[in-house]
């Protein structure tokens, strides 16, 4: 039984969805790292992390998780800290036009598939010292609008926010299922948590340009979706890092209302996970590389 307070660890954990989960996980005890890049918003979300706690439960680690290798350097000192109870993997997101990170890869493959798979795996002894403990990645349904294939860094034809999210979320879940077989005997569940539509900084941004123009007739009750309470959309997260109902479960994804909801798995199969595993390794070898 752990004696101290049970510590997570919450990506883009200072807006949106990754703040409102982290005050969630504050109100229920817990200690909480907090990872974003703007140290003036870390410094805010922690003040209101130990005010929803009503003791001093947060601090802010900062990295930009775009960077790949700032990604590997922040799970090196976050697994110097020794056990870990928790990791919300909640950094990702969706963007208008295609965008490259510092180190030449897509913006969306970047931010919601190779940094959470990296910094996941540098934890992976942290999570298992603390079993039984949780691994909670944030999905989304932009999976129904992705491209499933995974030959070529990015499928061909022009570029769609959300397909590009929905095929980078896709891969992230087929690795998250995977890791949950990988894990299970270890005591760490592996869930994933689709919050729905919300309306965050990231969904402030998008146009009608994100989507490729068969969908564009459904712009409006997209756009009604991404006005939703960003404190609603947490509960997907919160109910998947505490439910006690989902103790010593894994391989599952929590929905929008926090029951465990399988829809988004069935895009996922044997050979889409055989797939995504060597197209991931490709891809981190690359960026890799120096250029
Ligand atoms: N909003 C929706 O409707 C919706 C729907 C389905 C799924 N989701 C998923 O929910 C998750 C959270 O989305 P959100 O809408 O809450 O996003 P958001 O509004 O962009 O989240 C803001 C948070 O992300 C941090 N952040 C942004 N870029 C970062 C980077 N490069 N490195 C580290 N931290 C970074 C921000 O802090 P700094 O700027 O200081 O770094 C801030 O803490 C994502 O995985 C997203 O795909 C969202």
Redesign the pocket.
Known sequence: MTEHAPRAVV??????????TALGLARQGWDLT?????????EA?VARVDEAAGRRAGRFV??????LA?TRRLGERLAGDGGLDLLV??????WTGRRE?SEGVEASIA??HL?PYVLTEALLDSLAAAAPSRVV??????IAAAQTVFDDAEPPGPHYGLAA?GRA?LAHLAYTMELAGRLGPRGVSVLAA???????????QMTIDILPPALRPHWDAILK??S?P?AD?ARA?LAAATDPALEGRTGLVVGPDGTVDDTLLAYVTPELTKAVSRWTAELLATAARPS
């Open positions: 990506t883009a954990g200072t807006g949106g969805i990754g703040l409102e907090l990872v974003a890049r703007d140290p003036g918003r870390g979300a900062g990295a930009d998780l775009s960077s700032e993997n909640n950094v990702g997101g969706m990170t931010l919601n940094s990645t944030v999905t989304s349904s932009a999210t979320k689709d919050p729905g539509a919300a309306a965050t900084d990231n969904a402030a979706g991404v939703a960003v959309a997260p």
